[in-house]
């Protein structure tokens, strides 16, 4: 079945330390994103892909950091400079284009501790 | 600059009644595109419809419908006949640009939606 997996689902890390959320997906989309949500809140962007080996920065970029080395997988590394890093953080993937809809994977909920 | 604007935390309505969640935006662009996402409480997005810029009719999409008044820059989503699985949080979103050059995906803050029997 075609879609995005993200890994895990729940993670668990100490203040201080790196830790990097995976995002695999197939469906063969140029772009993909990644969101942090916080609870009753909106969904705020971190960084996007456009084409492999080329991202920008979305709304709240400080802290974490990317890469886009295939097309299939957008990890995201949420740095010990991240002063509030627990979260919900959700990847999403589309094909190019204004009118493409986006597809989300089930999420990871990261807690620091 | 805040640009996208849902106004309403939260609403509660009746079973089989129809209630109409408001979204308005802000963008300087001709073209751009206006999504609709419910979030279930098991966090999962599910994409429910899409508007064009420059689609002349509203979109529809089953009891989903956009109500989208482009001069006013409001692009609001009515559920008609709602139902017991309609309870979740609903974002709209947008993206600006073109097929050949578009830019990141926006979201609002997101409307909380409480479905009674």
């Known amino acids: 079945d075609g879609g995005i997996t993200q890994s895990p689902k729940y993670l668990f890390r100490k203040e201080g330390q790196n830790v990097t959320l995976s995002c695999e997906q197939n469906?063969?989309?140029?772009?993909m994103y990644w969101y942090r949500q916080d609870p009753g809140q909106g969904l705020r962007l971190i960084y996007y892909s456009q084409i492999v080996n080329d991202f920008q920065k979305g709304d709240i970029a400080e802290g974490y950091s990317v890469s886009r080395e295939k097309k299939e997988s957008f990890p995201l590394t949420v740095t010990s400079a991240q002063k509030n890093p627990t979260a919900f953080y959700l990847c999403a993937s589309s094909l190019r284009g204004m009118n493409t809809e986006a597809f989300f994977g089930q999420g990871t909920r990261l807690t620091v501790v | 600059a805040q640009k996208i604007t849902q106004t309403q935390p939260g609403m509660f309505v009746q079973e089989k009644e129809a209630v109409t969640l408001d979204c308005t935006y802000d963008t300087s662009d001709q073209s751009y595109g206006l999504f609709w996402y419910k979030q279930p409480s098991s966090g999962e997005m599910i994409f429910l419809i899409y508007q064009g810029s420059y689609d002349e009719q509203n979109a529809t999409e089953g009891r989903y419908s956009l109500n989208f008044q482009k001069a006013r820059k409001s692009a609001n989503l009515v559920i008609s006949a709602s139902q017991l699985g309609d309870s979740a949080m609903y974002f709209c979103?947008?993206?600006?640009?073109?097929?050949?050059?578009?830019?990141?995906?926006?979201f609002g803050a997101g409307t909380q939606v409480v479905v009674t029997p």
């Open positions: 469906l063969n989309h140029d772009a």
């Open positions: 979103a947008m993206r600006e640009g073109t097929t050949d050059s578009w830019g990141k995906l926006q």
